[in-house]
């Protein structure tokens, strides 16, 4: 194969530079990412440049050295840098193996057909050389652009840090909006999610997404059936940046449902400048969350009076110990089962009749129940103002962590039934 080589080689490169001009003005003209990327002078260059080498590496090869793979390497990990797809690099090699076969048999039969025997012999030898040329430009392609991905999303980190953590003043905020894809005015908000939210420390899912930003589910228009969502990983959890759109808020919740975790959803904000706000009350929706026995998304808006608790834990310390405390101090079942009333009877509206039927007991037994927590706190249900605090020191007692209790079997919710007590079903909901 070289002796055959060395006798073509003026011809060869003659050639070789038309083939290289061939397949350079049909890669510009076939491959938009190539032409976006590079003047035609300088193609040609790396093309011409590339079928010398491939020619050197197969003299080489039929000497039985190794491959200079150097340059190819070098090439790849350009490529990378500037973005240019890995399909149009690969497609760039196996062109130009194509085209130098094509001009070596042409030489070659121009020079001595019957030479042409020795040199399909040497076919599997040229393309070996192009995979091993190919195959170096790509693994430092891939090596690159892993580098280069990391670095985009430190980068994009940082600009998520900027809006979300408030350090910056309303231009340095819009120029970080600016460089995420984001509007200057729009409707945005942020989601906390609970780093433990996850079962056995695995960390919570979230929708699909980019993880320190670029478009979401949604697209950069948030035309898609979810918003787009920006994402930060912190060690206590995740945040989200999440630009709505034409989404109403409450999108939010269908998006989280299915994941199984407690999330903590801003109210809506329009600039940049603001989601440093709407990520502190993010957060403090969160903790209102965390309350739920399991996966919740708390809208901050609809759970005020739970959120203003959840604001000052010292307050919300001495709430519980003033209004509660003498209920806190009962035995633990029976501090349970007044709580678990308590909290019943405000989320069914001061009904008993519905509170009996989602407590599976009496009507009568809720009465006797909230008689007992009437005259243990000193405070009347039918006065507004008592039920404030009431309502506000049961906010409190949900927020504070306690040890999970296990239900004996059968036992259906967190609250025990009494002896004797008939179980009813819960009122069909029409």
């Known amino acids: 194969m070289e002796r055959i080589i060395e006798e073509i080689r003026e011809d060869l490169n003659r050639r070789i530079a038309v083939a290289a001009d061939r397949l350079t003005d049909r890669t510009l003209t076939e491959d938009p990412a190539y032409a976006a990327l590079l003047?035609?002078?300088?193609?040609?260059?790396?093309?011409?440049?590339?079928?010398?080498?491939?020619?050197?590496?197969?003299?080489?090869?039929?000497?039985?050295?190794?491959?200079?793979?150097?340059?190819?390497?070098?090439?790849?990990?350009?490529?990378?840098?500037?973005?240019?797809?890995?399909?149009?690099?690969?497609?760039?090699?196996?062109?130009?193996?194509?085209?130098?076969?094509?001009?070596?048999?042409?030489?070659?039969?121009?020079?001595?057909?019957?030479?042409?025997?020795?040199?399909?012999?040497?076919?599997?030898?040229?393309?070996?050389?192009?995979?091993?040329?190919?195959?170096?430009?790509?693994?430092?392609?891939?090596?690159?652009?892993?580098?280069?991905?990391?670095?985009?999303?430190?980068?994009?980190?940082?600009?998520?840090?900027?809006?979300?953590?408030?350090?910056?003043?309303?231009?340095?905020?819009?120029?970080?909006?600016?460089?995420?894809?984001?509007?200057?005015?729009?409707?945005?908000?942020?989601?906390?999610?609970?780093?433990?939210?996850?079962?056995?420390?695995?960390?919570?899912?979230?929708?699909?997404?980019?993880?320190?930003?670029?478009?979401?589910?949604?697209?950069?228009?948030?035309?898609?059936?979810?918003?787009?969502?920006?994402w930060r990983i912190r060690p206590d959890g995740e945040v989200g940046l999440v630009e709505l759109g034409h989404h109403p808020l409450e999108s939010l919740r269908e998006l989280f449902a299915p994941l199984g975790v407690r999330v903590g959803v801003s109210p809506v904000v329009a600039l940049p400048v603001e989601l440093a706000g709407a990520h502190r009350l993010a957060a403090l929706a969160l903790r209102t969350a965390t309350a739920a026995a399991g996966p919740a998304t708390a809208l901050l808006d609809e759970g005020l009076p739970a959120a203003l608790v959840a604001a000052d834990p010292e307050l919300a310390a001495r709430l519980r110990e003033v209004v509660l405390g003498p209920i806190l101090a009962l035995p633990a079942d029976d501090s349970r089962v007044l709580l678990s009333t308590l909290g019943t009877w405000l989320a069914c509206r001061g009904s008993t009749t519905y509170a009996a039927q989602r407590l599976y007991c009496h009507r009568n037994t809720v009465s006797n129940r909230l008689r007992r927590l009437e005259q243990l706190t000193g405070r009347a249900l039918s006065d507004p103002a008592h039920v404030v605090e009431l309502a506000l020191a049961h906010a409190a007692v949900a927020q504070r962590p306690t040890p999970s209790v296990p239900r004996p079997p059968g036992t259906p919710g967190s609250v025990p039934i009494p002896a004797g007590t008939a179980r009813r079903s819960p009122r069909p909901r029409g």
């Open 39 to 230: 003047g035609r002078t300088e193609l040609r260059e790396r093309i011409h440049h590339t079928f010398r080498q491939a020619v050197e590496g197969l003299v080489r090869s039929s000497r039985g050295l190794p491959l200079d793979l150097a340059e190819p390497h070098a090439t790849g990990a350009l490529r990378a840098e500037q973005g240019l797809p890995l399909t149009s690099l690969r497609r760039t090699y196996r062109s130009c193996g194509r085209l130098l076969w094509q001009s070596l048999t042409e030489a070659v039969t121009a020079h001595d057909r019957a030479a042409l025997p020795g040199l399909v012999a040497g076919a599997t030898l040229l393309w070996d050389v192009l995979d091993q040329m190919a195959d170096a430009a790509s693994e430092a392609y891939r090596g690159a652009e892993a580098r280069r991905g990391e670095r985009e999303r430190e980068h994009r980190a940082a600009l998520l840090d900027v809006l979300l953590d408030g350090a910056a003043g309303e231009a340095d905020a819009a120029e970080a909006a600016g460089r995420l894809g984001l509007p200057g005015r729009g409707r945005f908000a942020v989601v906390a999610l609970d780093g433990r939210s996850g079962p056995d420390g695995v960390p919570a899912p979230r929708p699909e997404g980019d993880p320190a930003g670029g478009p979401g589910a949604g697209g950069a228009e948030g035309v898609g059936p979810f918003p787009r969502l920006l």
